[in-house]
């Protein structure tokens, strides 16, 4: 029989974050995501849920997106 590899279970936290920006959606993802790991380890995925703008004078001035974010447990 072959080798198997040992498969664990992932226990995930998922929690909320809301990034926010004045250049992209794709910043505000990423600044969300920064701060985070400066306190939250092991985060392994992230989904957009809602996604927000604020408008001034007819044009984009600012982004906010709210994302859910997993991350493992420790064990």
């Given at each position: 029989m072959?080798?198997?590899v040992e498969m664990?279970?992932?226990v995930y936290k998922i929690l909320e974050l809301v990034g926010?920006?004045?250049k992209s959606i794709e910043d505000a993802i990423q600044?969300?995501?920064?701060?985070?790991?400066k306190t939250i380890r092991n985060?392994?995925?992230f989904e957009v849920?809602?996604?927000r703008g604020h408008i001034e004078?007819?044009?984009i001035r600012h982004y906010q997106v709210t994302l859910r974010?997993?991350?493992t447990l420790e064990e």
């Open positions: 072959p080798d198997t664990k279970d992932h926010s920006s004045d600044n969300a995501i920064t701060r985070a790991s985060m392994k995925w849920t809602q996604t004078g007819g044009a974010v997993g991350f």
